[in-house]
């Protein structure tokens, strides 16, 4: 405690000679030169920097705060995880002022105002030097559309956040309403990440994601927004973008078999042909004036409506770093049923290249995880006009290899067991259903004596058997254990078979499926993680709760068998778990949904009774202190798991269509 209380006293005598080397130099500098530049006067400062004495902004950045009490450093309280919409490493600077001391936010930086119709969001990494000629080609004339910034800062290093407030001061007084705000992560995130947190934080209806080394001609703004309104078919749009010299950079995009990735149009590429160079804007095609549809819009500059944004999922956070995916986004676009555009009307000028990250280490795997994801796939062939050369017309089931057998274990599962099984049935040759309890879930008045579910479980199960080729192994007593069910369904396995094993409230997305046959021709054992819904299909379990991967996946072998009522073991005489021994894929990628905690109250207060006869836990006051609580009051509920600890976030992405049908009937609000 001693040299915990030493070490304070030394930062806090550092803090404070740094604060006197500031307010000295300040008191130096003339009023009005500092106002000029950053829009505040020097007292303005001394105060903002007397406010900020009790967290330095080191403090604030890495996350962690002081507790005046006790003397030392608190662990940072982290943000709940959700879907790819929620980064918990970024920060708002807005809030939390964690600029250098001697460069506050100014208040006529920040917009407070709620009412904005779009949201511009520039992510930023080494864009100190390009941001500023940005600023300065910013067209601020009123176009009837209340507008907001945000600057998403990925740890820039050389100061791209003083960067925009310093030229933003410059044009304080042409200014009508309030800038915007910026956000800064505490580590480098990438390209997706930034622009998710960023269309997190945004309050407009409408998003244009804006890279930093693009100068913006008058009334590019209105254009973009107008034709997203034009047809309610229509889900992003791109605009004209010129290089520096006056030629076209893209004016959308278009498939090439020939490199396998986009092309832009008027730059490498026009009506399937490859050019020489790049066309002049001046000579350029009528065609390539004129709004029309795309295959596909670049990054650089790309409107979309918050709520299909989020439907989509946002930018998928697997492309590490930069490129692909804008191109993923493009296809989830048109894979949700909407259309791509181009309104040349709206013109930007594209430098590219300033952050320097086009030849990063993970571009690799970007191309990979794109081609595995949409090409191999054949899913692709869905969205471009370039018929493919092989002219394969791949389905699900053409695209695995061997025998899939759905293996399900459900006792009282009527809500979801029918979205379940059919979400999945694409990829699923033959079913088994295994129906019933054990002793435990017949004191927790979950089944009968006989093992038989005491809602319509069985009954859904019969006709999901008739529909999808599956067969029932009815209860006629009360099942030992789980083991004893899930070898009930592995006695049905042969070799070479794969097993898929999906409880009955687990729902896959046909993108889900698709990589899931992707993975199978490389590994022999998926552990997949899952999105796992608390209380409503509005909310995620985060932290404990995410810490339940299984073998969803097996390529069947022999001698295998359960022997714990999660994990699979091969009788070899030394009783090894098949994940040690098998090729196994251990991916952060998140394939399927889990709505097990999405039920009726009675039948959450069964599932503890269940749990408190089969391990002896006490969780008798969990659904009234807990989970009734929290809807009242989730502020005071300090640990969402039963075991304790565990989170809440909210969820901002899309359901598969089976659960949408449910959502959309009402059956989910319970």
Not at 74 to 85: F, G, I, M, V
Not at 176 to 190: D, F
Not at 274 to 299: F, H, Y
Not at 624 to 638: C, E, G, I, M, Y
């Amino acid at each position: 405690m001693k040299k915990i209380n030493q070490s304070l006293q030394r930062e806090q005598k550092a803090r404070q000679a740094k604060l006197d080397k500031i307010n000295d130099a300040l008191a130096k500098k003339p009023n009005a030169g500092y106002l000029n530049k950053f829009g505040m006067t020097s007292e303005q400062l001394k105060k903002a920097n007397s406010n900020s004495k009790e967290q330095s902004p080191r403090q604030i950045l890495n996350g962690r705060t002081r507790n005046k009490k006790k003397g030392r450093l608190q662990r940072p309280t982290k943000a709940s995880k959700r879907n790819r919409l929620h980064i918990p490493n970024a920060r708002e600077l807005v809030d939390i002022n964690p600029l250098p001391q001697s460069m506050p936010i100014p208040n006529w930086f920040v917009l407070k105002d709620r009412k904005v119709d779009v949201s511009i969001i520039i992510p930023m990494y080494k864009s100190q030097d390009v941001i500023k000629n940005q600023i300065r080609s910013w067209d601020l004339k009123d176009d009837g559309l209340a507008k907001e910034v945000i600057y998403c800062d990925d740890c820039c290093p050389g100061g791209s956040n003083a960067a925009v407030i310093a030229s933003w001061s410059k044009r304080q007084k042409e200014l009508r309403r309030a800038v915007g705000r910026i956000i800064i992560n505490q580590n480098r995130s990438g390209f997706a990440p930034t622009c998710n947190i960023g269309a997190n934080a945004a309050r407009g209806e409408y998003l244009i994601f804006l890279n930093a080394d693009c100068v913006v001609t008058p009334g590019w703004v209105k254009p973009l927004i107008d034709r997203l309104k034009s047809d309610p078919e229509i889900g992003a749009v791109g605009n004209l973008q010129l290089s520096p010299d006056g030629t076209i950079d893209s004016a959308g995009s278009e498939w090439s078999w020939l490199s396998k990735s986009f092309q832009h149009i008027g730059r490498t590429i026009h009506n399937g042909k490859r050019l020489k160079s790049a066309i002049s804007i001046d000579k350029a095609p009528k065609d390539l004036l004129v709004a029309g549809e795309r295959e596909m819009v670049t990054g650089c500059c790309v409107a979309i409506s918050k709520k299909l944004f989020e439907e989509v999922g946002g930018f998928d956070e697997h492309y590490r770093i930069g490129y692909w995916e804008d191109a993923d986004l493009s296809m989830s676009v048109q894979a949700a049923g909407y259309k791509i555009y181009y309104e040349p009307k709206s013109r930007i000028f594209h430098s590219g290249g300033h952050s320097q990250s086009s030849g990063h280490q993970f571009a690799s795997h970007n191309r990979m995880l794109f081609k595995s994801r949409w090409i191999d796939t054949g899913r692709i062939n869905n969205f471009i006009k370039l018929k493919r050369p092989d002219m394969s017309n791949k389905t699900i089931k053409n695209n695995k290899i061997g025998d899939v057998v759905g293996c399900v274990i459900a006792c009282n599962e009527e809500e979801f067991l029918e979205a379940s099984v059919s979400s999945a049935s694409p990829l699923v040759d033959r079913w088994v259903f295994v129906i019933g309890g054990n002793e435990y879930a017949y004191k927790a008045g979950m089944c009968d004596e006989k093992g038989r579910p005491n809602d319509s479980t069985l009954e859904i199960a019969h006709k999901l058997g008739r529909k999808y080729n599956g067969i029932v192994v009815e209860p006629n007593r009360l099942w030992k254990d789980k083991v004893e069910m899930r070898n009930a369904y592995a006695s049905h396995l042969k070799k070479g078979d794969w097993m898929f094993m999906v409880d009955g409230d687990e729902v896959y997305k046909e993108s889900q499926l698709w990589r899931i046959t992707e993975l199978m021709k490389h590994y022999d054992v998926l552990i997949m993680q899952f999105w796992l819904f608390w209380n409503n299909v509005r909310t995620l379990g985060t932290g404990a709760w995410e810490n339940y991967p299984q073998e969803r996946v097996v390529k069947w072998g022999d001698g295998y068998k359960y022997r714990g009522r999660n994990h699979l073991f091969v009788s070899n005489g030394q009783n090894e778990l098949v994940h040690t021994l098998d090729k196994t894929w251990r991916g952060s990628e998140k394939l399927f949904y889990h709505y097990s905690w999405v039920r009726p109250v009675e039948k959450i207060r069964q599932k503890l009774f269940y749990y408190k006869y089969q391990s002896g836990n006490n969780n008798d006051s969990y659904v009234d202190n807990v989970f009734l609580k929290w809807r009242t009051d989730p502020k005071s509920v300090k640990a969402t798991h039963p075991m304790g600890r565990g989170g809440t976030a909210e969820f901002k992405g899309s359901h598969p269509p089976e659960i949408c049908k449910l959502i959309k009937s009402g059956k989910l609000d319970f």
